[in-house]
C-alpha cells in the first residue's frame, strides 16, 4: 500500500475500512472482487470532487457492452446435430432411503408465515368440559370427584 495522501480510512459506529485511490482498493474488499466502488469508496471519492463512474472498470460501461454484443452470437444446434462423443450416457445416483421413520412436515425458517386457513392454539386458556371453567381440563377437575372410574361413570 503506497504511503501518501491518497490512501483514506473510513469508519462509523461498527467498521473502519482503509480505502487506496490509487491502487483502487479497499478492505472491505468489494472494489477489489467487483471493480464497482464501494460505500466506502464512494464517499472518499466525493471527497475528493471526483466521480464514482471514472473509477468504475471499463467492462461496465455502455460501449463495451455494445462492442461486446456486436457481432451476432451463433446459436446452439439441436439435440439431432449433436457430436457423439461414444461415452457411455450418464446413469442417475442411487439413492438409498435412510434409516428411521421419515419426518411427515418439511421443516420451516422461523421467518417463514405459518398457514393462515390454520387457527393456532397459542395463548389460548383451555376450558373444562365438565365445569366449563378456564384454567384446566376434565382431566384434572376437582368437581364431582367421587370414587368411581371412568368406565364407571359412562
Not at 2 to 14: A, L, T
Not at 24 to 39: E, F, H, V
Request: proline content about 10%; hydrophobic content about 25%; aromatic content about 6%.
Amino acid at each position: 500500500m503506497p504511503s501518501g495522501r491518497f490512501v483514506y480510512e473510513v469508519d462509523n459506529e461498527r467498521e473502519r475500512h482503509v480505502v487506496d485511490l490509487v491502487g483502487k482498493t479497499c478492505s472491505y474488499r468489494a472494489w477489489d472482487l467487483t471493480r464497482i466502488p464501494c460505500k466506502h469508496d464512494v464517499a472518499i471519492i466525493s471527497v475528493n470532487r471526483e466521480k464514482p463512474e471514472d473509477c468504475t472498470h471499463p467492462c461496465y460501461y455502455k460501449d463495451a457492452y455494445v462492442k461486446t454484443y456486436k457481432t451476432p452470437i451463433p446459436l446452439m444446434p439441436s439435440q439431432s446435430e449433436w457430436m457423439s462423443s461414444g461415452q457411455p450416457k450418464p446413469v442417475a445416483p442411487i439413492i438409498h432411503k435412510p434409516p428411521g421413520r421419515l419426518p411427515i412436515k418439511r421443516k420451516r425458517d422461523a421467518d417463514e408465515p405459518r398457514n393462515p386457513h390454520k387457527v393456532s392454539r397459542v395463548n389460548k386458556l383451555v376450558r373444562c368440559g365438565r365445569c366449563q371453567k378456564e384454567g384446566h381440563n376434565a382431566r384434572r377437575c376437582k368437581a364431582n370427584v367421587t370414587g368411581e372410574t371412568p368406565w364407571e361413570r359412562r
